[in-house]
């Protein structure tokens, strides 16, 4: 599986953005999808996780509420949904697959990333 992260920019503090990752491959269907984000000088974020069914969801508590995770089976992407964004949402941020994994732990594929900066 191949991904491709997209939809990053810069925006202003309490705006909105919406992140996509397009996957490649016919089993897209059978992973669960998360993001994650590394600010500059930090570690690597979890953020969000969607089952492969995009039947359940969990999230960090440090977006929860603002952030929202979808997926589209048939067009083999998971989206990120940022609302309210704040300066310190500013980071790379990273789509992930694994099949078994959910929520922290490790991933099989990651995308390339897309920065996201939000200004003050």
């Known amino acids: 599986v191949q991904l491709q992260a997209s939809g990053g920019g810069l925006v202003q503090a309490g705006g909105s953005l919406r992140l996509s990752c397009a996957a490649s491959g016919r089993t897209f269907s059978s992973y669960r999808m998360a993001w994650f984000r590394q600010a500059p000088g930090k570690g690597r974020e979890f953020l969000t996780v969607i089952s492969s069914s995009g039947g359940r969801t969990n999230y960090a508590d440090s977006v929860k509420g603002r952030f929202t995770i979808s997926r589209d089976n048939t067009k083999n992407t998971v989206y990120l949904q940022m609302n309210s964004l704040k300066p310190e949402d500013t980071a790379v941020y990273y789509c992930?697959?694994?099949?078994?994994?959910w929520g922290m732990g490790k991933y099989e594929y990651w995308g390339q990333g897309t920065l996201v900066t939000v200004s003050s």
């Open positions: 992930a697959a694994d099949k078994t994994t």
